[in-house]
């Protein structure tokens, strides 16, 4: 089974700080990642997401992630964030082997102070 | 395409009663996830749909609730008798089924039961 943590529940931070969430799943083989947001009220967008190749990727909104294979890590990085970052972030995984059932973290509350 | 269109979007209701929440998945999708998302738990994966057929429904709390997709452009998902802790946002999801694809999420329903 697969399953995923996010080690920070609630950040806050002031505009211009910059930002790293962690995420770790457990899953022994071949996984897709992804970095979900969710603004106050709002659906679940897709932020990143990672599937093979560079394990540094670029996201919108000048969000990336590092995939480090050897520490189960896909941790999300903003190297300045703005009050508009205010939002809860999800990390997930799911495997071509299993149908592409997405599994979550807990998620991690961003509020960002102007 | 309008993306994964569900419906109410809110929804309140008395103890007891029954209730039905509707999907429509991105045409051409044929994975379907139902979430369920409260504070204390966070993001649940509560059943998903591979081609119509229900794959995985471990995550459905109780006999109460109920899920169904009787064709690739349709689910529903049904509790009967609602209960208070019921309360939530319930959120569908679609995807393609196929390798290194991503989950489309709709705008959710937010059921009050009282």
């Given at each position: 089974a697969q399953s995923v943590s996010q080690h920070n529940h609630h950040v806050i931070l002031s505009e211009a700080a910059s930002l790293e969430l962690g995420c770790n799943y457990s899953y022994g083989g071949t996984v897709n990642l992804f970095w979900y947001v969710q603004y106050p009220g709002q659906h679940l967008q897709l932020l990143l997401k990672y599937f093979?190749?560079?394990?540094l990727v670029k996201g919108i909104k000048g969000f990336e992630a590092e995939f480090i294979k050897s520490k189960f890590s896909f941790n999300l990085r903003k190297p300045s964030v703005q009050w508009s970052d205010t939002a809860e972030y999800f990390c997930a995984v799911n495997n071509?082997?299993?149908?592409?059932?997405l599994t979550f973290g807990g998620g991690t509350r961003l509020m960002v102070k102007p | 395409d309008a993306g994964v269109i569900q419906s109410p979007r809110h929804e309140v209701t008395e103890m007891g009663q029954e209730v039905t929440l509707r999907c429509k998945p991105i045409s051409g999708h044929n994975s379907l996830f139902w979430y369920r998302q409260t504070m204390m738990r966070g993001l649940e994966l509560l059943i998903y749909f591979n081609n119509n057929v229900p794959?995985?429904?471990?995550?459905?709390?109780?006999?109460?609730f109920s899920a169904k997709m009787?064709?690739?452009?349709f689910s529903t998902l049904k509790i009967q008798?609602?209960?208070?802790?019921?309360s939530a946002v319930y959120f569908c999801a679609s995807s393609l089924l196929q390798d290194n694809t991503e989950a489309f999420f709709g705008q959710g329903t937010r059921l009050t039961v009282v």
């Open positions: 093979s190749g560079d394990p071509n082997n299993a149908g592409n059932m | 794959i995985d429904d471990s995550g459905m709390p109780e006999d109460r009787p064709n690739a452009s008798p609602s209960e208070p802790r019921d």
